[in-house]
């Protein structure tokens, strides 16, 4: 009896496709066998590093932020974890891009009392940061380029909280930040954009 030649063709369309799945079940079968055997991947813990370089006296937003999971051993002391509430912490000095945050990175809540915050600005003679420590008390003042007008007080005995150094050297002066009440930010705010800002120390606390 004589086969048709589509069923020739049929049975060796099957043959062919025996084969073929033959061969994706041995190859499965040694893949899953090799992963059945390769140890699990280390473990790691996620924590807050940053995403650029941020200068002292910044409060990082979610764009200065980024995930990375590090071993379990080389987590520092007082990592900061994903999630945590940054929006009222202020760095105390300069970080690196990819630098992991940790809570000594930042100003400690007794550094700025209740109802003060940390308010940054710049001087423009690097060498008189030189002068200060953290936990002086400084008067500030507002002068302009003209003699015809004296500095005026801005604000008194206002305590230095961070003397940050920016990892960058191409700005001009000395980065400052005085625990202080959001008025005297304010005016601070307002003489920046017009005037110089020079301090005085002074013994006086109240």
Avoid: C, K
């Amino acid at each position: 009896m004589r086969i048709p030649s589509v069923v020739r063709d049929l049975v060796r369309a099957a043959r062919w496709h025996r084969r073929l799945l033959a061969g994706v079940a041995a190859a499965a079968a040694v893949y899953f066998g090799l992963v059945a055997l390769s140890p699990p991947p280390p473990p790691t813990v996620p924590v807050l590093a940053a995403a650029r370089d941020l200068t002292g006296g910044a409060v990082p937003a979610d764009a200065d932020l980024r995930t990375v999971d590090l071993p379990p051993d080389a987590v520092p002391d007082g990592a900061l974890t994903p999630g945590a509430d940054l929006t009222a912490r202020v760095l105390s000095g300069p970080v690196r891009s990819g630098e992991p945050l940790t809570d000594a990175r930042f100003l400690t809540p007794v550094a700025v009392p209740p109802g003060s915050l940390a308010y940054p600005f710049r001087i423009d003679d690097a060498d008189i940061s030189a002068l200060l420590r953290v936990g002086d008390h400084l008067n500030l003042y507002a002068a302009t380029s003209t003699s015809a007008e004296s500095a005026h007080l801005l604000a008194r005995a206002v305590r230095v909280v961070a003397l940050p150094t920016s990892p960058r050297t191409t700005t001009a002066g000395a980065l400052v930040v005085v625990a202080t009440t959001p008025a005297v930010a304010g005016r601070l705010a307002q003489a920046t954009a017009n005037s110089r800002i020079t301090v005085a120390l002074t013994p006086d606390t109240s």
